[in-house]
């Protein structure tokens, strides 16, 4: 593997993920970078898509702003750094409003294939330690989960 993404603001990942998907690494990458299946798992359980865009190329970017069944918008965007298909994908990740704590993260997704499964690796890296302890406090955990478990599937229709 390649050594991880880094720079001079954002060093060593803090949170790492790992899951496994049933679904070969390609069709994991494509459910990543296509709008019609992105917006299908990346978002919580229960929650519906108020607004979906995504243009994956290095500098490209999503969007996706979810809706809670009580109808509070929960916006958040991605500007895509790296894509390395079918293996990698680096991008920088915050919220899609003008709130006065939104500091970026940058989180790198590599996908490994096992067999004909996928090992998902999720690293997030964060700018200040502040940050990271309210990211971490904020239930991201969970949330990861529940969207991973929202990709399986997805994938396993």
């Not at 990942?13 to 019609?36: F, G, M, N």
């Not at 607004?51 to 809706?67: C, Q, T």
């Not at 090992?119 to 309210?134: G, I």
Request: aromatic share 14%; net charge negative.
């Amino acid at each position: 593997m390649k050594e991880l993404f880094k720079t001079e603001k954002y060093g060593a990942p803090v949170l790492v993920l790992e899951y496994s998907i049933d679904a070969d690494s390609p069709s994991v990458y494509k459910a990543w970078t296509e709008l019609e299946i992105f917006k299908k798992w990346f978002c919580p359980t229960g929650f519906t898509v108020a607004l979906a865009e995504l243009d994956a190329k290095p500098g490209g970017y999503f969007r996706i702003h979810m809706k809670s069944p009580e109808g509070e918008i929960y916006p958040t965007k991605g500007e895509y750094i790296l894509l390395e298909k079918p293996h990698r994908i680096v991008y920088k990740d915050s919220w899609d409003d003008d709130r006065p704590q939104n500091d970026t993260t940058i989180a790198e997704v590599i996908f490994e294939a096992v067999g004909d499964k996928t090992k998902l690796k999720l690293y997030s890296s964060f700018a200040t330690e502040k940050q990271q302890d309210e990211v971490l406090k904020s239930g991201v955990v969970d949330g990861w989960k529940m969207f991973f478990d929202n990709l399986n599937k997805v994938l396993k229709k």
